[in-house]
């Protein structure tokens, strides 16, 4: 009797600190949030140097009349030929571009991809395909320049070959290449005294001319 009287006493503490312990909540269950809608990726915007490569390879294939419209005396044997450029051959990071002056078909502009910008070379040849003396001159871009202008001051490589061959004024020499879109292209030489330039005609292309020397 006294061991019963023992078990329903210690019980009933037990059944109340059960009755007293936390309650399991109530509160209904918050709403499933709706699903977030997909975020477009925002497109970068393209560099300088990215956007003028676009503008000249939008030309791809096609050729166009120009002339002369600089006036220096020392070009006056350029002043009434017929010039045509023909953006000849284009891949990811190489444009042959060739530059034809009336029937002399020596002159092709080589534009590059390179990791610090864009490399400018003329290819010069003779009748024969073999290369000039002086070829493979120009220079490399050291500024992200316009998506319209790009300027190629001459590099080392060229400085050396200029003098080389007697041609010492020319270690100055600064290209451009310059783009008003479906408007104008032009081809332009500077240096102190200097100054040589051609624009074309990009309203209207013209037929292909024959392929550059060395280049068939």
Not at 71 to 99: G, K, S, W, Y
Not at 138 to 165: C, H, I
Request: charged share 25%; proline share 8%.
């Amino acid at each position: 009797m006294i061991r019963r009287t023992y078990s329903i006493l210690f019980a009933v503490p037990l059944m109340t600190l059960m009755a007293c312990g936390p309650q399991a909540s109530q509160e209904p269950a918050a709403p499933e949030s709706a699903e977030a809608e997909p975020v477009t990726p925002v497109e970068p915007e393209p560099s300088p140097q990215d956007a003028f490569w676009a503008n000249l390879t939008n030309l791809c294939g096609q050729a166009f009349a120009g002339r002369m419209t600089s006036n220096d005396e020392v070009d006056a044997d350029f002043a009434d030929q017929v010039m045509t450029m023909h953006v000849r051959r284009c891949a990811d990071d190489r444009l042959e571009i060739p530059f034809h002056v009336g029937e002399n078909r020596s002159r092709t502009w080589v534009l590059t991809r390179t990791d610090d910008g864009l490399k400018l070379q003329h290819d010069h040849r003779h009748e024969d395909g073999g290369e000039d003396a002086v070829t493979l001159y120009g220079g490399s871009t050291a500024e992200p320049g316009e998506a319209t202008v790009q300027l190629f001051p001459v590099d080392e490589y060229s400085k050396e070959l200029f003098v080389a061959n007697g041609l010492d004024a020319s270690v100055t020499n600064v290209w451009s290449f310059e783009i008003d879109p479906g408007q104008r292209f032009s081809y332009v030489l500077r240096r102190p005294e200097r100054h040589f330039q051609a624009d074309f005609d990009l309203t209207s292309a013209v037929p292909e001319p024959p392929a550059p020397w060395g280049f068939e």
